[in-house]
């Protein structure tokens, strides 16, 4: 199973943009539970941002509440990110990351987007 991320980029403060991630696994029978974002920043470690469950129910940093709002697609085992009124300490690379049972495996397990890059200039 693979998670592909995409959709970051530049943007000026007050900006927006939407990620995406859609997990996909050739010849792999899989179901996701949660879906979600996390972010790295320089230096810093990696933070929660959002998370949304399969049923839709959604939680978020405290820093992006009011802000963000986390979105998936089951049908097509994606999961969103729109990030509006976008502030520089956003800047950072966003990770998409889901818990996944592959079909025949009794254990589940986070998978890991590649992350991409999200910049905010003042």
């Known amino acids: 199973v693979q998670l592909q991320a995409s959709g970051g980029g530049l943007v000026q403060a007050g900006g927006s943009l939407r990620l995406s991630c859609v997990a996909s696994g050739t010849g792999t029978i899989f179901t996701i539970s949660d879906m979600g974002w996390y972010r790295q920043a320089p230096g810093n470690q990696r933070d929660f941002v959002a998370v949304?469950?399969?049923?839709?129910?959604?939680n978020y940093a405290a820093s992006v509440k009011g802000r963000f709002t986390v979105s998936r697609d089951n049908a097509k085992n994606t999961v969103y990110l729109q990030m509006n009124t976008l502030k520089p300490e956003d800047t950072a690379v966003y990770f998409c990351n889901g818990r996944v049972l592959v079909s025949g495996s009794d254990f589940w397990r986070d998978y890991w987007g590649q992350g991409t890059q999200v910049t905010v200039s003042s």
């Open positions: 949304i469950s399969r049923s839709g129910d959604a």
